[in-house]
């Protein structure tokens, strides 16, 4: 039986570090139309931004590890969340895409640096019970997500201008660095530094890898698309149908709640199964519902399950490598940013082709893929666990 879960004042801080995180993230997405205005880019140059941040990812997914051993964890905490606000002041101070998109990529590569050692460090700090730990920090960063948009447009329409909005993590940043830069991170177990020249990530991290590929790969279709198909198969005005993505949010902000609970009893992997299938129960209802009320029942459905992937997926993978945290945790960081980078352009050039109804058919082909993969991963553990009994 697991100890109990208890939340440390280190817990806390590193919840609101990834809503810190979550927050500036988000926020290109309502930030960017105000922006293009502001410097006349096209929309190509404009998607651009979103796409140097990813690239910022994927390039910590194959070294974040190696920074993260050089400078320590007390470095890199702090480090690379400073970092991350200079890059955003960056950002919002910038007037020629000249300066923006170095900024962007800047916080890509920042930010996923602070992502990632969060997730180490709280799994350091639960040990077996990371599981609810990662939950609720996702949980904490999905709610900031969602103030995000909520915040920028208000001051854009206060006449405050959505840099302000911007400025509000930062400022939160700085309470947090104030009141805490002094106090102690957690450190790797002696076992995970001696498993640091081990060899290779198990096969079994590597299946729920995909899983967390695929899984984001979904979710980042729906949550970058869904306005745009409303738009397209029912008609919907574009301001009503970027309203009801909120829908798909609270559907995510509801799930996360339930498995931070559920979490603790059920392991991370059957869970991940059940989400899955919650996706392929709520999709077809978004993207061949004949009324309204169906397809917006299909995206609160659908992004219920679609938000509980990234958490239920993480905490899988670590799981599967409890004492190589750092060097997972930092592969993961190229998963989520290799799917963001590729798989929702691969939709949009595909709807050029096709129609965006019939190209929005590979959103339950990515959830396919990850649930054969996660299939894979619980076989391996079974095969595993069989070995080790004999």
Request: proline share 5%; with cysteine; charged share 10%.
């Amino acid at each position: 039986m697991n100890p109990p879960f208890v939340r440390s004042r280190f817990t806390w801080l590193a919840y609101l570090m990834l809503a810190y995180f979550a927050y500036l993230q988000l926020s290109l997405g309502p930030v960017m139309p105000l922006l293009r205005a502001e410097l006349s880019l096209s929309y190509s140059l404009g998607a651009l931004h979103a796409t140097v941040f990813a690239f910022g990812s994927v390039l910590i997914g194959l070294s974040g590890e190696r920074i993260n051993r050089r400078l320590g964890n007390h470095a890199t905490f702090w480090g690379g969340s400073a970092a991350l606000a200079l890059a955003t002041l960056a950002f919002i101070s910038g007037q020629t895409i000249a300066v923006t998109l170095p900024a962007i990529f800047l916080m890509g590569v920042t930010g996923s640096m602070v992502i990632t050692i969060v997730q180490s460090l709280l799994s350091y700090e639960h040990g077996v019970n990371r599981a609810p730990a990662l939950l609720e920090a996702n949980l904490a960063a999905l709610v900031a997500a969602t103030l995000a948009p909520l915040l920028i447009g208000s001051f854009e329409r206060w006449g405050l201008g959505w840099r302000s909005a911007v400025l509000v993590p930062l400022a939160a940043w700085l309470l947090m660095a104030l009141t805490n830069l002094r106090r102690p991170v957690p450190e790797a177990p002696l076992e995970e530094e001696a498993a640091k020249a081990a060899g290779r990530l198990s096969r079994r991290y590597w299946l729920y890898w995909l899983a967390m590929f695929f899984g984001i790969a979904a979710e980042w279709c729906l949550a970058l698309w869904s306005a745009d198909f409303l738009v397209a198969a029912a008609e919907v005005p574009a301001a009503t149908a970027a309203l009801l993505l909120s829908v798909f949010m609270g559907a995510g902000i509801v799930a996360r709640l339930a498995i931070s609970v559920v979490g603790r009893r059920v392991r991370p992997s059957t869970l991940l199964l059940v989400a899955h299938a919650v996706i392929l129960l709520g999709f077809p209802l978004l993207w061949l519902g004949d009324a309204l009320t169906l397809r917006i029942a299909g995206l609160f459905i659908a992004g219920f399950g679609a938000y509980a992937l990234f958490p239920l997926a993480l905490a899988a993978a670590l799981n599967a490598e409890p004492r190589k945290t750092a060097q997972a945790s930092a592969r993961l960081a190229l998963a989520g940013g290799g799917a963001i980078l590729i798989n929702p352009q691969l939709l949009g050039i595909l709807a050029d082709q096709i129609g965006l109804a019939r190209a929005f058919g590979v959103v339950p082909l990515y959830v396919l893929l990850a649930m054969g993969a996660t299939i894979a991963a619980r076989w391996a553990d079974g095969a595993t666990a069989a070995a080790s009994a004999r």
